[in-house]
């Protein structure tokens, strides 16, 4: 079973940059397609970026494209979101995701596609 751990998160000005780490403490990742989701107070859960169980193929929601990168390590079982030129309304709880899948190619952008979520790392920017 895959448990996941999110770290990394904290305040920092507009413009600067966060490297978020999820770290998974049960079996390996290469197995599953992952994911790093936010939510911010008062809005839904949406999927920030997106990687597959290959590794190939990653997907950014239109707000942190060109900003955000999505990258994974599966021999070290970790899933990283580096992330610059933060702005104020990327303030939200990030979460790191997982789903168990025999599939390399496809990617899945809905909460309720995932399997097991880490328990999210507060990310604040200030302006």
């Known amino acids: 079973q895959v448990q996941l751990v999110e770290s990394g998160g904290g305040l920092v000005q507009a413009g600067g940059s966060l490297r978020l780490s999820c770290a998974s403490s049960?079996?390996?990742?290469?197995?599953?397609?992952m994911g790093w989701f936010r939510q911010a107070p008062g809005k839904e859960r949406e999927y920030v970026a997106l990687?597959?169980?290959?590794?190939?193929?990653?997907l950014y929601t239109d707000s942190v494209k060109g900003r955000f990168t999505i990258s994974r390590d599966n021999d070290k079982k970790m899933v990283y979101l580096q992330m610059n030129s933060l702005k104020p309304e990327d303030t939200a709880v990030y979460y790191c995701?997982?789903?168990?899948?025999?599939?390399?190619?496809?990617?899945?952008?809905?909460?309720?596609?995932?399997?097991?979520w880490g328990q999210g790392t507060q990310v604040t920017v200030s302006s």
């Open positions: 049960g079996r390996t990742i290469s197995r599953h397609a």
């Open positions: 990687i597959t169980r290959g590794g190939s193929n990653t």
């Open positions: 995701a997982a789903k168990s899948t025999i599939l390399t190619a496809p990617i899945y952008t809905t909460p309720e596609e995932y399997d097991t």
